[in-house]
């Protein structure tokens, strides 16, 4: 797979709603997922990214320490058009995929990169309120960037199986991560994917683009 993108709630406090500098510390590839919808059903590429908040601090632990809010967003593993993913990553950098990135952009570019974030409040079916993300955009200009990751910046690719960054998972995601088709048996996706973190022709105005 995987971490690469091409074109082809309850007992703990909600991270506060509104505008937010934040930093992104996770990039987790979570397989091949079955996904049910009208009556259909799927196997697609998932992916959660996670964000740190970095001026909402959560109150202190047992040894004093006080970390950021975090929140997380699952995406289809795609930069098709009309997929999430891409209109997202679009919004934060400012700016449109070029063709050859869309061939295949390394989500990895993502890890430690600043952005605001629009975080709402929402009521779920099952009457609970969960704290999701209605925006991604880049910093304003003179915007101060947020300070580095509190949190340990992880990427994890379903093909590490359980080992390292798995390990310190919660054992909701692990139990997303064991769902996928890959570790059921039913197929799997390559751990080999196109796309090069070089940024070839890149201008003065991109050093300002976050990846």
Same mark, same amino acid.
């Given at each position: 797979?995987? +971490?690469?993108?091409?074109?082809?709630?309850?007992?703990?406090?909600?991270?506060?709603?509104?505008?937010? /500098?934040? /930093?992104?510390?996770?990039?987790?590839?979570?397989?091949?997922?079955?996904?049910?919808?009208?009556?259909?059903?799927?196997?697609?590429?998932?992916?959660?990214?996670?964000? &740190?908040?970095?001026?909402? +601090?959560?109150?202190?632990?047992? @040894?004093?320490?006080? /970390?950021?809010?975090?929140?997380?967003? /699952?995406?289809?593993?795609?930069?098709?058009?009309?997929?999430?993913?891409? @209109?997202?990553? #679009?919004?934060?950098? %400012?700016?449109?995929?070029?063709?050859? #990135?869309?061939?295949?952009? *390394?989500?990895?570019? +993502?890890?430690?990169?600043?952005?605001?974030?629009?975080?709402? @409040?929402?009521? %779920?079916?099952?009457?609970?309120?969960?704290? *999701?993300?209605?925006?991604?955009? !880049?910093?304003?200009?003179?915007?101060?960037?947020?300070? #580095?990751?509190?949190? &340990?910046?992880?990427?994890?690719?379903?093909?590490?199986?359980?080992? %390292?960054?798995?390990?310190?998972?919660?054992?909701? +995601?692990?139990?997303?991560?064991?769902?996928?088709?890959?570790?059921?048996?039913?197929?799997?996706?390559?751990?080999?994917?196109?796309?090069?973190?070089?940024? !070839?022709?890149?201008?003065?105005? #991109?050093? *300002?683009?976050?990846?």
């Amino acid at each position: 797979m995987s +971490l690469t993108a091409s074109d082809k709630g309850g007992g703990f406090t909600l991270a506060p709603a509104g505008q937010h /500098r934040a /930093r992104c510390f996770g990039v987790i590839d979570l397989g091949t997922q079955k996904v049910e919808w009208q009556g259909q059903v799927k196997w697609q590429p998932k992916v959660m990214l996670r964000w &740190e908040l970095s001026d909402e +601090l959560m109150e202190a632990d047992e @040894h004093g320490k006080q /970390r950021p809010f975090s929140i997380s967003k /699952r995406y289809t593993n795609s930069l098709h058009e009309k997929a999430a993913l891409r @209109h997202d990553l #679009e919004a934060w950098r %400012g700016k449109q995929f070029t063709g050859e #990135e869309l061939a295949g952009f *390394n989500l990895s570019k +993502l890890l430690k990169a600043p952005c605001q974030l629009t975080v709402v @409040h929402e009521q %779920g079916k099952n009457g609970s309120t969960y704290a *999701n993300i209605k925006a991604i955009a !880049p910093l304003a200009k003179g915007m101060q960037a947020p300070p #580095e990751c509190a949190n &340990e910046p992880v990427m994890y690719d379903i093909s590490e199986g359980t080992g %390292g960054a798995y390990q310190k998972f919660s054992d909701k +995601l692990k139990e997303t991560i064991a769902a996928c088709q890959e570790w059921q048996g039913k197929g799997a996706v390559s751990s080999e994917a196109p796309g090069s973190d070089q940024k !070839p022709g890149a201008t003065e105005d #991109e050093d *300002n683009i976050p990846f």
